[in-house]
């Protein structure tokens, strides 16, 4: 999925902004209205120096900043469309539009970090009231930036949404599947000797993310005969079947394990399908492993505290639940096993703060 086109940034221009009319400054207005009339006559250039003398006269022309960004970056001007959005930002921190603009800008720029923090600033802002386009260019680049990362499980979620919204272009199916296959590439970068290998297991995934199971499941098991060495391919099976047929699914995890003993995603998955079942026998070896491969890793200390809390073990489960909430005090689900613990051994203050904490995270 590319950047938006020409076409896409004059629907952007359109974009209402808060308190976008400009003041009563005649002159601002006059420029504001030959601009426009520049830009829908395709004089890009007389459009960009209207624009940039409006800025000049009123710096809080928010509108003025949008328009002068979104031509920048159709003319690949990325630093100045980039700086143009910032002005903008300033003036209207919650414009979701602007946070995703200035994302895009900084990802042609190679500057990744800033990049991945404005569009999913943009996303948490929602862009509901953009042109369809914006919301899925953004989700798509935000994926693949996640992808690079390794934050594979983030960006299978975006990747899930796209395929929600229709996006079945090559390089999204592609990142799709380069984020299951736990390959931090970016699509462009993805080997061309496994391309077509990994634009099917983009495919399977995207089609059991549309709700087609029994499709998805033969697009699976037609890939697993083809390459019954591939790692990662058993576990996107198992969880496929997770909700259908948990114990098929324990199954392909566990045959994930044989192929890659080191796959901590399977291993995990394995531990929390047996605590769910409240056997702590079947689930806390896989704990413990997953433990010791990722010590640093708060969903591993967060299953092996609830395993062995299930197990009879309360001290050990609150020490490793409190190590998981150390490593992610932001996630919900290890203060709520936390203040069941707490309350099963009679700190009922400690259970009572890590109720409120979750509730607090879960918005509520």
């Known amino acids: 999925m590319g950047r938006l086109s020409y076409l896409t940034c004059l629907i952007l221009a359109s974009v209402p902004l808060r308190s976008a009319t400009p003041s009563q400054d005649a002159r601002v207005r006059q420029i504001a209205q030959q601009a426009v009339a520049a830009r829908d006559e395709g004089r890009t250039n007389d459009a960009l120096a209207l624009y940039r003398r409006g800025v000049a006269l009123q710096p809080d022309w928010a509108e003025g900043w949008w328009n002068l960004g979104t031509l920048q970056y159709d003319r690949n001007a990325f630093a100045p469309a980039r700086d143009a959005f910032s002005h903008l930002l300033k003036l209207q921190p919650s414009a979701a539009p602007g946070w995703a603009l200035r994302g895009l800008c900084e ?56 395929a929600g919204q229709g996006a079945d272009d090559r390089d999204t199916v592609i990142g799709t599947g380069l984020a299951g296959l736990r390959m931090p590439l970016f699509p462009s970068e993805a080997p061309p000797a496994q391309e077509e290998f990994v634009y099917r297991v983009g495919h399977a995934i995207r089609t059991g993310a549309l709700r087609h199971e029994a499709e998805a499941q033969k697009e699976f098991e037609a890939l697993i005969a083809a390459n019954p060495r591939a790692p990662e391919l058993h576990n996107l099976l198992g969880q496929l079947l997770l909700t259908s047929d948990p114990d098929a699914a324990l199954e392909q995890w566990k045959q994930e394990l044989a192929i890659s003993p080191n796959n901590n995603p399977a291993r995990l998955q394995i531990a929390f399908e047996y605590w769910k079942r409240r056997d702590a026998n079947g689930g806390l070896p896989y704990a413990r492993e997953s433990v010791a491969l990722e010590p640093e890793s708060f969903v591993a200390h967060n299953a092996l505290g609830r395993l062995l809390v299930v197990a009879g073990d309360l001290v050990g489960g609150i020490a490793e639940l409190e190590k998981a909430k150390k490593l992610a005090p932001d996630s919900p689900d290890t203060r709520i096993e936390l203040a069941s613990a707490y309350a099963k051994v009679g700190r009922n203050q400690d259970a009572a703060r890590e109720r409120a904490e979750f509730l607090r995270l879960k918005g509520q």
């Open 107 to 162: 990802f042609e720029l190679k500057e990744y970090g800033p990049s991945l923090d404005d569009m999913q600033r943009a996303l948490r802002l929602g862009l509901d009231t953009a042109p369809p386009l914006l919301s899925k260019v953004t989700r798509y680049h935000t994926a693949a930036l996640l992808t690079s990362t390794a934050e594979f499980q983030a960006a299978l979620k975006l990747f899930a949404q796209l």
